[in-house]
């Protein structure tokens, strides 16, 4: 298979094409490398880490698949998403330039010439027309349409993007990436582009800084591919558990994978859970310590503190702040083997006093809940 460059049209199974952008990595995760996209252009209404991604020209042929995105809710000022590829089926090639720049271009001016580049057509160039603006649009994802207002973009002129370009970069005479088209039409006569700084160092990557690739590094690493759906998304096997636990571990199940986890964290947070609580939503430590809930969260300098003892003896309220603190962790959603979850659970959110022996222990447990998981 003839590697796929930059611009090439990709998609989530039967979902419409968007563009791929460009390469890159993560400075702290070198061997991993990664493709740029629009987020609303493979983020379904039930998108999960680990969905394939694919080659619009090669559809049978798993390119990579979805590692981590940006929020669309709140303020978006970036709408991207993250594809851990194959390094033998991409290029760093831009269709119509060849490489691109590794120096971004981090400060576009007024009138600058942008040019971009994808498969929908040959390459077009436009004009900045102003830069830090807010712009109302009605984004369309593979099944769903919101409108969405996108904080500090780039406004292009004349509107040259078509239908499938959401996710190609845009960039200048140098050819230094400027930003990643994001949305824009003939009808609206703007072209509207996210600015490649707000990419780089997004808040979303959780302390990782994105740096973008002129070629595939050297002994870059195969994602991921499952075998099979099972493989992919292990069974999770409640048996184990007398039935009113059996309630609370789905409570939690369910809570994580609504939260966009799959199911690897998943079952990682319920064998903490196990091990914290035994599943006993009231649980309160014995003093001087001061922990309660599903999580055993510690009121006194743990994420527990601010919060009274009813709350979090509350399983939603318990469930949900494990959540937002694990959504912060970026080597825990990109965990692909149920171990690394669990210890990365372990020595980021629990922090037990002999977290080694504890690793070793909620392992054991979460693989009982999913026996075939890696």
């Given amino acids: 298979m003839e590697p796929i460059r930059c611009g090439a049209s990709i998609c989530c199974g039967s979902a419409p094409p968007g563009a791929s952008g460009c390469l890159v990595r993560f400075k702290d995760t070198?061997?991993?490398?990664?493709?740029?996209?629009?987020?609303?252009?493979?983020?379904?209404?039930t998108a999960r880490q680990g969905d394939l991604i694919s080659a619009l020209q090669f559809p049978q042929t798993p390119l990579g698949v979805l590692l981590t995105w940006t929020a669309l809710d709140g303020d978006v000022t970036v709408d991207a998403a993250l594809i851990w590829v194959d390094p033998a089926c991409v290029s760093a090639d831009i269709l119509g330039i060849g490489l691109p720049s590794i120096q971004a271009s981090l400060q576009p001016q007024v009138g600058d010439a942008v040019r971009i580049f994808s498969s929908t057509s040959s390459p077009r160039?436009?004009?900045?027309d102003s830069v830090l603006q807010d712009v109302p649009i009605l984004a369309h994802g593979p099944d769903w349409s919101a409108a969405i207002t996108y904080r500090g973009q780039i406004l292009c002129s004349p509107g040259i993007s078509h239908p499938g370009?959401?996710?190609?970069?845009?960039?200048?005479?140098?050819?230094?990436?400027l930003g990643m088209v994001v949305a824009g039409s003939e009808d609206t006569g703007i072209t509207v582009v996210t600015p490649i700084s707000a990419i780089l160092q997004n808040s979303a990557w959780h302390g990782g800084e994105l740096e973008i690739l002129d070629s595939v590094p050297p002994g870059s690493t195969v994602p991921p591919f499952a075998q099979s759906q099972r493989e992919r998304d292990p069974a999770v096997d409640l048996s184990s558990l007398p039935p009113p636990k059996q309630l609370v571990a789905q409570t939690i199940i369910d809570a994580f994978a609504n939260a966009g986890f799959g199911v690897i964290?998943?079952?990682?947070?319920?064998a903490n859970a196990v091990a914290e609580s035994d599943l006993q939503t009231t649980a309160r430590s014995h003093p001087p310590e001061d922990?309660?809930?599903?999580?055993?969260?510690?009121?006194?300098?743990g994420a527990g503190k601010g919060y009274t003892v009813a709350q979090l003896q509350d399983p939603g309220t318990n469930i949900g702040i494990a959540i937002d603190a694990m959504s912060k962790i970026r080597a825990f959603r990109s965990a692909s083997f149920l171990d690394d979850a669990v210890a990365?659970?372990?020595?980021?959110?629990?922090?037990?006093?002999?977290?080694?022996l504890e690793i070793s222990r909620r392992q054991k447990i979460a693989r009982t809940f999913c026996s075939n998981a890696d």
């Fill in 30 to 45: 070198p061997n991993q490398v990664l493709l740029l996209t629009a987020g609303h252009t493979v983020l379904s209404t």
């Fill in 125 to 128: 160039q436009m004009t900045i």
């Fill in 165 to 177: 370009d959401s996710g190609a970069v845009a960039v200048d005479a140098q050819n230094r990436v």
């Fill in 265 to 270: 964290q998943q079952v990682a947070a319920l």
């Fill in 291 to 301: 922990s309660v809930g599903l999580f055993q969260l510690n009121r006194t300098g």
């Fill in 344 to 356: 990365v659970f372990v020595r980021a959110f629990e922090r037990p006093q002999n977290a080694e």
